[in-house]
């Protein structure tokens, strides 16, 4: 039986991987000193248990920490008088025994005391926060995963279906946060059946770019949104978590004197920034697009096999170091912001970061389906002009220098324009009109649909699951330490130097203690787990459901058939490769609620110009620009006619989209009225809170000697007008009118 530790403090002595002189070790060594006796100074005097051990390297000190039962109970009663104080629903009225009065289960137990350890002064905490300027060498406080429950938890993934560990057994153990994540994606999986089955059957006996199946997505869109808006209010209320924004801690550096006005300010301060960001990440998107669609299929000299990877070699150079550069400018954006409370700060930092993830994420498609399918033809003339322009130039510059190639006999083909051109440039790029026209590809935004639905999805739960075992892996060999799967399990040869203090023998106690350290030091190891990740993946996916999956139906089955693994890929990763999450009250799942109204909405707009654009009557056929079988004769009228019949209809469209807006908010409104009246209204959970909070405020009156409502007290006549009190001529009068009649 292993120690029970409620928190881990990572302290780092030395800084890893950095080379000092003598003098700096020692002055580096005084400060340690300095700061760890504090530390453990500070913990002891809260009245907790501190002790400290070595860590994985040289210089990191893991100080475990237990809280009595005593210090946890007053912690208890403080919360729960908070709660009160701020209008949180409660199931039982706060007393002074609270630790008795009800069950506190492990993520409230490592909430509690993780927040009374890194919480500030003002708000009851010890202030032993993480980068702070007092506590710079502290690195992180943690927590220790219960491997029982993961384990346990694993098994049933195996065998059964994720749902056989009830939501409740999942908040117990890792907070609100995780399990309010877990039934947002348990609810979003279930609501992908129908569309799932509808996309089926469209695919199969329906018409392309349907428009009964792109109203019947949008709707279910809409209605998917407003049931969960609905859901995060009920379970708040069986939570006990509505309004928990109201007793959140504050964050360290919040600057309380700061005005409103400039925090205002600072906010629309970060919008330039944003929007250069997305200028620019557009601006090499659509480069890369028309080298991708355009330029490697133009190009027929060396290598063109090879020339044909160079947009996914740009785009993996290039994107991730833009949205990485963005990102971090985005962490100092949010922190110069000053926010009073952890939550706000985290709304505002996912709806930067993720602005620009939807503009990389959706971009593609929409080029594809704006640009290059009404516009195809065209630019792949408008590149084709520009290509025999700078071949030009370049065999110009190569004759100014004398420089001949054997092949450069002119010939008497004709290109662009009808002007001559050399061997090497009819040997380097396809001129010819008609055949660069049949290399445009009809069914580009199918295949696009298909990459993002399947292929994409499986190398992000290869990431998610496989790499980290790769990377850890790689690492553990390359410090000699053997093969660890994330549990403290090592296999293989495991080079580790004992410390002298360490304890040593075959007895059963110190065999158990050196094998608990040994999972504490590779706990540490992992990186903290960010739900945001896991929320923007959805949400993402959405997007490509209600915006994309009229282009291909069969988008809604990939993305069931994805969550079905996801769901366990996510929980694999929380139990294996990550740290502990640290517990958070939260009564929803923040800005991602409005990110799906504002995907629901711009799906209004994509589903009714895909439908008008691309549907399939026969008058259609010819409307767009990237018909390519017309016969070459008619090229110049085609390009003609063509071009201005395609601006007609893209405006057209434009129109539609516009009108689909409007329709989309009236459709909201009745299904946000119906839902509310079949869900909210008369539910349990609305009579629980009413009934829970009505008992409470009797109790508090009652407490306080007042009468309670329906009660009555004793009415005093005594003085001078106590006979006016005491005669009543109504009956008598009632009586006489009776008597006279």
């Not at 749902?163 to 399990?179: N, T, W």
């Not at 993002?452 to 390359?478: C, E, H, K, M």
């Not at 409307?623 to 201005?644: F, K, M, N, W």
């Not at 006549?717 to 009632?734: L, N, R, S, V």
Request: one cysteine or more; charged letters at 20%.
């Amino acid at each position: 039986m292993h120690p029970h530790v409620d928190a881990v403090i990572v302290f780092r002595a030395i800084q890893k991987g950095a080379s000092f002189s003598k003098e700096q070790v020692r002055q580096n060594a005084v400060k340690a000193e300095r700061q760890y006796s504090k530390l453990i100074s500070t913990l002891t005097r809260a009245g907790l248990k501190a002790v400290g051990r070595r860590g994985e390297s040289q210089g990191q000190l893991l100080v475990m920490v237990t809280c009595p039962q005593k210090v946890l109970a007053n912690l208890i009663h403080c919360e729960r008088h908070s709660d009160f104080l701020y209008g949180l629903p409660m199931s039982k009225l706060p007393s002074a025994n609270d630790f008795e009065s009800g069950p506190l289960s492990p993520a409230d137990r490592i909430r509690l005391i993780h927040g009374f350890i890194s919480s500030t002064p003002e708000d009851g905490g010890l202030g032993i926060i993480p980068g702070r300027k007092e506590w710079g060498l502290v690195e992180s406080v943690m927590a220790l995963h219960d491997h029982d429950f993961n384990d346990h938890w694993i098994h049933l993934w195996t065998r059964h279906r994720i749902a056989s560990v009830e939501l409740e057994k999942i908040r117990d153990q890792f907070g609100d946060s995780v399990a309010l994540y877990f039934f947002f994606l348990t609810a979003y999986t279930r609501a992908l059946i129908f569309p799932a089955a509808l996309g089926v059957i469209y695919y199969l006996f329906g018409r392309p770019y349907s428009a009964s199946y792109s109203t019947l997505l949008l709707l279910w869109s809409i209605a998917f949104v407003e049931w969960w808006r609905l859901q995060e209010r009920i379970l708040s209320i069986r939570w006990c978590t509505r309004g928990s924004w109201r007793v959140e801690k504050r964050r360290a550096d919040y600057l309380p004197s700061f005005p409103w006005w400039k925090q205002e300010m600072r906010m629309m301060a970060g919008l330039p920034v944003i929007l250069l960001f997305a200028i620019i990440l557009a601006v090499i998107s659509t480069g890369i697009f028309v080298l991708e669609a355009f330029v490697t299929e133009l190009y027929k000299g060396p290598g063109h096999t090879y020339v044909a990877f160079a947009p996914t070699i740009l785009f993996s150079l290039l994107v991730p170091r833009l949205l990485a550069m963005y990102q971090r400018l985005a962490t100092n954006f949010t922190d110069w912001e000053n926010h009073e409370h952890q939550s706000s700060h985290s709304w505002s930092l996912s709806l930067k970061v993720f602005t620009l993830s939807a503009v990389n994420a959706y971009l593609g498609l929409a080029l594809s389906a704006f640009i290059y399918v009404p516009f195809g033809e065209t630019v792949m003339n408008f590149v084709q002009s520009h290509l025999f322009t700078d071949g030009r130039r370049a065999l110009a510059l190569l004759d100014k220098f004398n420089i001949n190639f054997n092949a450069t006999s002119h010939l008497g083909a004709r290109g662009v324009g009808g002007k001559k051109i050399s061997a090497v440039g009819l040997s380097l790029w396809e001129w010819d009109r008609k055949n660069a026209r049949r290399k445009l590809n009809s069914s580009r935004l199918e295949e696009q649909m298909f990459a993002f639905s399947v292929t994409n999805q499986v190398v992000d739960t290869f990431t998610a699951i496989g790499l980290p075992y790769i990377l850890r892996a790689v690492d553990s060999f390359r410090n000699g330490k053997g093969f660890r799967n994330g549990n403290g399990k090592a296999h293989g040869k495991k080079k580790r130097v004992a410390f002298d203090d360490e304890p040593v023998g075959h007895d059963a106690h110190g065999r158990e203690e050196r094998e608990f350290l040994e999972r504490v030091r590779s706990e540490v190891v992992l990186p903290e787990y960010d739900v945001f990740t896991d929320y923007s993946e959805m949400v993402t996916q959405f997007g490509y459901v209600a915006l994309w999956s009229t282009i291909w139906p069969l988008a809604p089955a990939m993305a069931l058939f994805n969550n079905y693994i996801e769901a366990r890929s996510d929980a694999f990763k929380i139990a294996v490769h990550t740290r502990r999450p640290t517990p958070v009250r939260t009564d929803s799942i923040g800005p991602w609620l409005e990110s799906l109204s504002f995907l629901t909405w711009l799906s209004a707009l994509t589903n009714s110009a895909l439908v008008y654009l691309f549907r399939p009557p026969a008058q259609q056929e010819h409307e767009l620009g990237t018909v390519v079988d017309a016969d070459a004769t008619h090229e110049s009228q085609h390009h003609r006619y063509g071009l201005a019949a395609t601006r007609e209809l893209l405006m057209s469209a434009l129109l539609i989209a516009m009108l689909a807006s409007h329709g989309y908010l009236v459709m909201r409104a009745v299904v946000r009225h119906i839902l509310n009246r079949a869900i909210w209204t008369g539910s349990k959970e609305k009579k629980e809170a009413e009934r829970v909070e009505r008992e409470m405020k009797d109790k508090y009156l009652s407490s306080l000697g007042q009468c309670a409502p329906g009660e009555n007290g004793v009415l005093e006549t005594t003085g001078e007008w106590a006979t006016f009190w005491e005669t009543d001529e109504g009956m008598d009068d009632i009586r006489k009118m009776l008597k006279d009649s």
